[in-house]
């Protein structure tokens, strides 16, 4: 007798284990899934640093997220989704990964004195101490209070100010309130590279 | 009749695909030596499509890609692709075939039509074998006709095929910029459809925490792309790290990693053709 649409339903399973079913050898496959070297890892979008385009990124991390562990960087590229660059990136941009994990990036403030060849490494506490003292010297030394004609005009043009695109606003803000502050005339930014 | 139409070139790629991953990938062996003649099964069967007097003129459907199901052109053929499975198909798929064959020609109408209903919407509840045979034979119809249906533009981030309202089966990423813009592959009629990168295609979940890639360290460009939201995940085929890579066929090359992932608690949002 042949069987009916019915009896041919019921041979029926739902999902992955239909290959078995179908009569396919999984034992292979079991034993290739014991040797996997599966990683774990998250994407973030974010914005490259480097100028005032702002491109988008995608950053990898890997861990297994441990309370323990840091995440690592392993891969940066462009944020094909992001309505300024498509995905694209600058040498400078897709070269972002070794912002983070180049091991020639410095970590610590350094000073070359005058006169010398080799710079040296300082703790941050000597560094804002040194530049906070040449700074109180500089502007006591050259603070302008009345120009040629008279006027109070209470301005430092011995010191000039230049930020980097990777500043954020909070931080411009308070450089301009600080640069004001001391009589700081000059300030410049180069987010517009 | 134009090569879009007759897709052979794409069918001839995939099969030229699994030739060349059946031997490195020894647990898929199986799966793509006999994805092989199904697939040139279809190839000739799109083509058979392609010329018949009802689509030959060529020009552009009004209708959606599944508004209307052709026997007349499909059913001469469904008795020689029952015995391809027959013939090369592992024993119990082998025999579900032979049993569909001795089933008389409205039962064959009532389950193509059926499957062609429910093909990528409700197919999960229905069985293995009644899923594989309509699915396998109706997709190069579902992809005739997906290449002659206009196309609209998209708004919003939609996650079911616009052309025929399927589940996506695969991700796709393709080289746009120094990235890869992802695509969700539709699982019936193939057609791709640009999605968003970091966004579960099942719940809508962005958190970028809850949304986890796996990557094996021996085949970079299959990523298993969770979501620990739903518990679904993606696989996603990444053309940016194999440009050769046939997103259909790796994906059935990859079986290690559903089993992994079924280990690791996520479930498939729809599976391939052979229910991997």
């Given at each position: 007798m042949s069987p009916t649409r019915r009896d041919f339903l019921k041979i029926s399973t739902v999902g992955g284990a239909a290959a078995a079913l179908f009569g396919f050898d999984l034992k292979l496959a079991y034993a290739q899934l014991r040797t996997l070297k599966i990683a774990r890892a998250n994407e973030t979008r974010s914005t490259c640093p480097y100028c005032s385009v702002s491109c988008g990124v995608i950053i990898y991390t890997i861990g297994d997220r441990a309370k323990n562990v840091t995440a690592q960087v392993v891969h940066v590229e462009g944020d094909p989704d992001h309505p300024i660059n498509r995905g694209t990136l600058c040498p400078k941009g897709a070269s972002l990964e070794q912002d983070i994990?180049?091991?020639?990036?410095?970590t610590k403030p350094q000073v070359r004195r005058p006169g010398g060849t080799d710079w040296e490494e300082i703790s941050w506490d000597d560094a804002l101490n040194e530049i906070a003292a040449k700074m109180k010297k500089t502007r006591d030394e050259t603070f302008i209070e009345v120009d040629a004609n008279g006027n109070r005009v209470n301005r430092l043009e011995s010191i000039a100010w230049t930020g980097g695109c990777t500043d954020t606003n909070e931080f411009n803000y308070l450089i301009v309130k600080t640069m004001r502050s001391l009589g700081v005339v000059h300030l410049e930014n180069q987010a517009r590279v | 009749m134009t090569a879009r139409q007759t897709g052979g070139a794409e069918y001839d790629a995939r099969i030229a695909r699994a030739g060349r991953l059946a031997s490195p990938h020894s647990a898929a062996t199986e799966f793509l030596e006999f994805y092989k003649p199904v697939a040139a099964f279809q190839k000739k069967l799109r083509a058979n499509i392609a010329a018949s007097s009802v689509f030959g003129s060529g020009s552009a459907l009004v209708a959606g890609v599944r508004d209307e199901l052709d026997l007349t052109v499909l059913l001469p053929h469904f008795r020689s692709y029952l015995s391809v499975i027959e013939q090369h198909a592992p024993p119990a798929l082998a025999e579900a075939a032979r049993q569909m064959a001795l089933l008389p020609s409205d039962s064959w109408i009532a389950s193509l039509e059926a499957y062609w209903k429910h093909a990528g919407t409700h197919d999960q509840q229905v069985g293995a074998f009644a899923q594989f045979l309509p699915r396998a034979f109706l997709q190069p119809y579902a992809e005739f006709r997906a290449a002659l249906t206009p196309r609209a533009p998209l708004v919003g981030a939609t996650r079911l095929c616009p052309l025929c309202g399927s589940r996506p089966l695969l991700g796709v990423l393709r080289p746009e910029g120094d990235g890869g813009k992802r695509f969700l592959l539709c699982s019936f009629c193939s057609h791709e459809l640009e999605f968003r990168r970091i966004l579960c295609p099942t719940c809508g979940e962005e958190a970028e925490d809850k949304l986890p890639v796996y990557v094996a360290e021996d085949s970079p460009h299959v990523r298993v792309e969770a979501c620990d939201t739903c518990k679904f995940y993606l696989r996603t085929i990444d053309l940016t790290k194999d440009g050769h890579a046939v997103p259909l066929v790796d994906d059935l090359a990859a079986i290690p990693h559903t089993l992994w992932a079924l280990e690791q608690g996520y479930s498939r949002l729809q599976p391939n053709i052979l229910g991997t």
């Open positions: 994990l180049n091991e020639r990036r410095l | -």
